[in-house]
Structures are given as structure tokens and as C-alpha cells.
């Protein structure tokens, strides 16, 4: 069965710009979360969405969004680029909201130069 | 508030000897707890959770965790590291109650030497 799989691994994005990042979650699993890993501030929770509905919400500002799509496959978009928002992008997933137990995916590294 | 503390940043055990990382968490019930595992480069793997029922709980790679309600601790143990243990370990809690958004430490970088 594969896991969960993040694409691109690694990005490099102009200040600025916008990046989408793409999760496709294990095969039937339709919880999808994701996180923001730092150095300064550690792993950090984003959004979660389920069933193509946000259902949590983190600290972040409105430049971060994400969307889900009927096959449970998640985007997250982050615009007006800046550069703290180098980081370790994971996504998560988990078979149903509500269902304690999330499987990670390895990330995708974005650096903004 | 409402937190999770790993109070070692980094410990360093020789191969073989014993391991207990530290958790603690702040939160009015008691939460669904975690502790997972990050290589470097790389994402998350799940070590093991405790949602209810016995205290201690068995996991992959030989860990071990208690969930101590008295104490609001959940330390993770191995009897006897390998070098390839060496990593970081983050406990994370899920203070909502809904299993829907994860809380994590700050991690304990784990060195292991020969």
C-alpha cells in the first residue's frame, strides 16, 4: 500500500511569487492534514481538511489556503511569498476525521530566496 | 496554556546502553499522545500512540511509552539503543479532543555513539 506522497521534494520559489504543493494521501484515507516545520518554530499545524471541507484551522495568515479534491488529494497554496516561509511543508493523513492516528509524508523542502 | 514540553534538546546515549525521552503536556483531560521519529530530510514516522486503556504501550522499532496521568507525562523508552536510532523524536498530543490537529514539542535530537 503505497503512503502518503508530497510532490514536488524540493522547490525553490522567488519573494514574491506563489507555490502550490501537492498531497496525495494513502488509498482511502480522507483525512488530510498539513504542517509547517521550522527551525524557529518547530513543526506547526496548518490545516486539516476532510472530505474537500476545512475542518481545523492554524496561526497562519490568509497567504496560506489549501483545497481538497473528491479523491481526497490536497493542494496547498501559498502566495505573496516571503522569506520565513522556507520550511518543511508535511502532509499528513489519517482514514477519518475524528480517528486518532496520522501517516506523514516526507515533505517538500521550499526555500525562498 | 495549553502545551506540550520536551524538556532535553539533545541527549546523547552510548549503543546499548538504555534510552528515556521526556514529555509533558499541558491540558485539562487527557489527550491523545504520539511520539514520532524524523531522520533527517525526512518526514514523520509513527513510533507509537496512546489513546486509552493500559498505560504502557508498545511500539515499532522496540519503544515503548507510559502515559503517567498523575505526572501529564508520556516518556518514551528503549532498553537498549542501536545506532541507528539516532534521530529526532517529537512527541505530539492531540489537545482537541477531535484527533484532528496535532501539537508538537520541540523535539529531542538523540545522538548515538559507539
Known amino acids: 500500500k503505497a503512503g502518503v506522497t508530497q510532490t514536488p521534494r524540493y522547490l525553490i520559489k522567488t519573494r514574491g511569487q506563489q507555490v502550490t504543493l501537492s498531497c496525495s494521501p494513502i488509498?482511502?484515507?480522507?483525512?488530510v492534514s498539513w504542517y509547517q516545520q521550522t527551525p524557529g518554530q518547530g513543526l506547526q499545524f496548518l490545516f486539516e481538511?476532510?472530505?474537500?471541507?476545512?475542518?481545523n484551522k492554524g496561526n497562519f495568515p490568509g497567504r496560506f489556503s489549501g483545497r481538497q479534491f473528491s479523491n481526497s488529494r490536497s493542494e496547498m497554496n501559498v502566495s505573496t511569498l516571503e522569506l520565513g516561509d522556507s520550511a518543511l511543508y508535511l502532509c499528513?493523513?489519517?482514514?477519518?476525521?475524528?480517528?486518532?492516528?496520522?501517516?506523514f509524508g516526507s515533505g517538500t523542502r521550499l526555500t525562498v530566496v | 496554556a495549553q502545551s506540550v514540553t520536551q524538556p532535553d534538546i539533545h541527549i546523547t546515549v552510548s549503543e546499548g546502553a538504555s534510552l528515556e525521552l521526556r514529555c509533558n503536556y499541558s491540558y485539562g483531560a487527557t489527550p491523545y499522545l504520539f511520539w514520532y521519529v524524523q531522520s533527517p530530510g525526512q518526514g514523520l514516522q509513527l513510533l507509537l500512540k496512546y489513546f486509552s486503556g493500559d498505560t504502557l504501550v508498545q511500539g515499532i522499532k522496540g519503544f515503548e511509552a507510559e502515559f503517567k496521568r498523575s505526572q501529564s507525562s508520556f516518556n518514551l523508552r528503549k532498553p537498549s539503543v542501536h545506532w541507528s536510532d539516532a534521530a529526532e523524536y517529537f512527541c505530539a498530543v492531540d489537545l482537541t479532543g477531535t484527533a484532528s490537529k496535532l501539537t508538537f514539542g520541540t523535539g529531542t535530537r538523540l545522538q548515538v555513539t559507539l
Open positions: 499528513a493523513s489519517s482514514l477519518e476525521s475524528g480517528v486518532p492516528g496520522y501517516t
Open positions: 488509498s482511502g484515507h480522507r483525512s
Open positions: 481538511y476532510f472530505s474537500e471541507t476545512q475542518r
